[in-house]
């Protein structure tokens, strides 16, 4: 595969690329040759067990990690060789990454964690207002300024998931984000997730091992010992 | 990309506010007292030299001492002499001292010791031994059968020359006085005690007596000394002297006490050797304190490189953390030093040999001190930040 005129009609093409880690002297291959499109405002869920290689994919659609080899397009351009600094300002302005454990800050409230990759592209005004807005989206208007660790599980991931629209990213990329939820907190979420794809036109990935989250998907990936079914 | 640049101080202050109370204080605490650290050892050698220097002042040879002109024995008409330096609008007192030559017996102790004529008022005006009276009192200029003597030479059970001295002479006795034969008996009126040695092992006699005794030697000094206003104008005002024709070799009290300018000078060395291992003690703390704590933040750096923060941001942010940790610090220091043991230290002076030693802290030693901790702080900042911003992003997040 290349990044001839299939890969512009797609956001992110991954294109057979593999991934190896070490665990102390063990090497573990956790991506085979994968490849896969995303395509602008498609709900993409990839299913899998544990160690199945997921999480390992989901780091390289968030460009959050490199491939050993294989080749990932951005709209068009490789971008799994280039600069730090330009992968950074691809993850700052067009992907949104919400982690398994929410990965807030916990110094600052559930406002200033949205604010803070907002205030990179906007002035403190305009990335306050907006990342209140988001908050009061996703039901959380009334718990602004409270710190992320009086917030319940389900309310800090959807500080997290407003965290990763704020600057409205073309894709948000979700790892397990209802993993460590209840029943009906990861229902809302997962609402929060449908309303944000429907509404707002953002492309999601998810990760999930959860069979019934499948339902959500408009496309379903299946991974298994680091390949795709 | 708009804004960006405040984030540093966006996350530094939030960081501050939210972060545990218990590192904050634990980690200004420790700067506190590595800066403490640092200046009162400093401050107590300089305390220590000052004391040295002003016991040589004080009780010795003011700030300028005059040497009889080359080929010379004496200062010749040393009253004229004294009226032209005390003309000099920096002076504040000149005291004529002749030497008298002879030995002194006290029972069946004899001893030699230095015994010197001079006028008790003006040397009043010069040192401070009519202060420094521990038994009986000062000379006065009619004394002519009367002699003070240092505590060196009157000895007792804590004296240092105890062995050499009289070994507990007191106010009220009588010692004689031998030059050359001819003696002369004194009731002794006071003991000095004034903490230098140098001054402690003289005796003093009025001159009046002198003159009477000696009539020849009238008018003549073996040497003067001279107290000025400002510690420090010595050089200048010895020019300024030298310009008035003054004769004799003058002197600054540096130059005439050579040996304690090497006692100093040791002092200086010691205290630059214990303030560096001061320093990489202090260094050493601040770093380990630093990096720990952001080691620890290691994840929290990773999300934000996660969420696309510059790391240029990122290190900027930590920086002004370890500022406000330094600062802070410093400012606690300052203020336990100079409201708490710099006062204190005045009102229990340590008690030394040569003097009493309180603390000198100069503004100086604060400023270079007080930059070493923020440049040692801030560097301890950077080097973890800067390495956890080099690392993988998700090694980072996952502490890996």
Not at chain 1, 50 to 60: A, E
Not at chain 2, 55 to 71: A, N
Request: glycine share 8%; charged share 25%; with cysteine.
């Amino acid at each position: 595969m290349n990044a001839g005129p299939d890969c512009m009609q797609e956001l992110i093409v991954i294109d057979d690329i593999t991934k190896t880690y070490r665990r102390g002297d063990v090497a573990v291959e956790a991506l085979k040759g994968v490849s896969l499109g995303i395509h602008d405002g498609e709900f993409t869920v990839i299913v899998g067990r544990n160690g199945s290689g997921k999480s390992t994919l989901l780091y390289q659609l968030g460009l959050l990690d490199r491939p050993d080899s294989g080749s990932i397009f951005f709209e068009g351009r490789e971008v799994s060789r280039i600069p730090d600094r330009h992968r950074r300002h691809l993850r700052l302005a067009y992907l949104g990454y919400i982690f398994q454990d929410y990965a807030l800050i916990s110094e600052l409230t559930a406002l200033e964690n949205v604010m803070v990759p907002a205030m990179m592209l906007k002035n403190r005004a305009d990335a306050r207002e907006k990342s209140k807005g988001l908050l009061e989206r996703v039901g959380l208007g009334a718990r602004l300024n409270h710190l992320t660790r009086q917030l319940s599980g389900g309310e800090q991931q959807k500080v997290a998931i407003a965290r990763a629209m704020v600057n409205d990213p073309r894709v948000i990329i979700a790892d397990e984000p209802t993993s460590n939820l209840d029943s009906i907190a990861a229902r809302d979420v997962l609402d929060t997730f449908k309303m944000i794809n429907n509404e707002h036109g953002h492309a999601i990935v998810m990760v999930t091992h959860e069979q019934e989250e499948t339902v959500y998907a408009k496309k379903l990936i299946r991974l298994s010992d680091g390949r795709m079914q | 990309m708009i804004g960006g640049w405040k984030i540093p101080f966006f996350l530094a202050a939030r960081f501050l506010k939210h972060g545990s109370k218990w590192t904050f204080s634990l980690i200004v605490l420790l700067m506190a007292i590595a800066f403490v650290n640092l200046i009162f050892v400093t401050a107590l050698f300089n305390g220590i030299i000052e004391s040295v220097n002003n016991q040589v002042i004080d009780t010795h040879m003011g700030h300028i001492y005059i040497f009889p002109p080359e080929g010379s024995e004496y200062i010749e008409n040393m009253d004229d002499v004294s009226a032209r330096i005390k003309s000099h609008g920096k002076v504040r007192g000149v005291s004529p001292h002749l030497y008298v030559p002879g030995k002194l017996l006290y029972k069946n102790i004899s001893g030699t010791w230095q015994i010197v004529a001079i006028d008790p008022e003006q040397e009043k005006t010069v040192t401070n031994v009519s202060k420094k009276m521990i038994e009986g009192s000062y000379l006065e200029k009619d004394d002519t059968d009367r002699i003070i003597i240092g505590r060196q030479i009157a000895g007792g059970r804590d004296v240092e020359m105890n062995a050499l001295s009289f070994r507990g002479a007191r106010a009220g006795e009588s010692v004689t006085l031998d030059v050359g034969g001819f003696r002369k008996t004194f009731t002794i009126k006071g003991v000095f005690y004034t903490r230098f040695l140098d001054t402690d092992k003289r005796a003093f006699i009025s001159r009046k007596l002198l003159d009477e005794m000696v009539p020849g030697m009238s008018g003549v000094a073996s040497s003067m000394i001279i107290r000025i206003d400002k510690t420090g104008d010595e050089k200048k005002v010895i020019h300024e002297l030298g310009e008035m024709k003054i004769r004799g070799k003058l002197f600054a009290w540096k130059e005439a006490a050579g040996y304690l300018d090497s006692v100093t000078e040791s002092f200086i060395h010691i205290n630059t050797l214990l303030t560096m291992v001061g320093m990489m003690i202090a260094a050493i703390t601040i770093f380990i304190v630093i990096y720990v704590d952001l080691s620890s933040r290691r994840q929290q750096i990773g999300v934000l490189r996660a969420i696309g923060i510059r790391p240029s941001l990122i290190h900027i942010t930590y920086i002004l953390q370890t500022l406000v940790y330094s600062l802070a610090g410093i400012l606690i220091g300052l203020l336990v030093l100079l409201q708490g043991i710099v006062p204190w230290m005045k009102k229990h002076p340590f008690e030394m040999p040569i003097g009493d030693a309180m603390l000198v802290v100069n503004y100086h030693d604060l400023l270079f001190r007080a930059a070493l901790v923020v440049i040692v702080a801030l560097l301890s900042g950077l080097i973890p930040v800067f390495i956890t911003t080099k690392t993988k992003i998700l090694d980072a997040i996952f502490n890996r």
